[in-house]
């Protein structure tokens, strides 16, 4: 279905705001008029070495060139200033495969690639001009990184080569995860050996541009418990004074689902918490 049509019943899941606030009413519409809401899905890297075009769709209001944006990370919350950037626009293209085209305006219900924003923009983000918007939800993957790599540069004197192309290949890539071991090792987690193999190779020709040398791709393995433990296990604290007894069980149906979605979270106000739980 066209975005006109579309955008009426998908609003409801997309937005994660009011149902009947400004931005929620112009999205529904579709309304090229209204204020600007694009969620912005993949960073696509540009001609210009280690810069990045910001892809996503415009789903109300019109972006245009020079314009004055709020940009919104996965972390933002609404009426705090954490994960907030205010940036101007430096050009909106068009993007049709490698070519870009330079336009100086794009209405709701296309894409557009979005220059000079790549620094604000980790790997996902939602761009309006109205102060009192909320989020467009960030998108979930039915896949999950869990084949891991460990890299490190041939010559130890390219380490910092080697942490930006890792930055550089977690932000043009969605799906992939790069994290640093208290070790030191530097890991890329992928969804596959394929995946894996594609991501290194990106980050030897493209994002590092050095020679590295890898480990052989490992899955964390995990297990779990499927009924309460028999046993009451008994700790004691350094002073002695203080007995714990511990219990293994299941967590129940759909907590997984809920820490997941962040209903049930470390920051989630503590009654709520334990009523949930």
Known sequence: PSPRVSQRYRVDILYEGPNDDECATAIRNCDPNGPLMMYISKMVPSSDKGRFIAFGRVF?????????????????????????????????????????????????????????????????????????????KTMKYSVSPVVRVAVRPKNNTDLPKLVEGLRRLSKSDPLVVCSTEETGEHIIAGCGELHVEICLKDLEDDHAGIPIIRTDPVVTYKETIQTTSAHVVMSKSPNKHNRLQLVAEPMPEGLAEDIEEGKIAPKTEPKQRSRAL
Not at 116 to 131: A, P, R, V
């Open 60 to 136: 109300s209001g019109t972006v245009a060139t020079g314009q004055r944006v709020r940009i919104m990370g996965a972390n933002y919350v609404p009426g705090k200033k954490d994960d907030l950037n205010v940036k101007n626009i430096q050009r909106t293209v068009v993007m049709m495969g490698r070519i870009q085209e330079s336009v100086p305006d794009i209405p709701c219900g296309n894409t557009a690639g979005l220059v000079g924003l790549d620094q604000f923009i980790l790997k996902t983000g939602t761009i309006s001009n109205n102060d009192t918007a909320h989020t467009i």
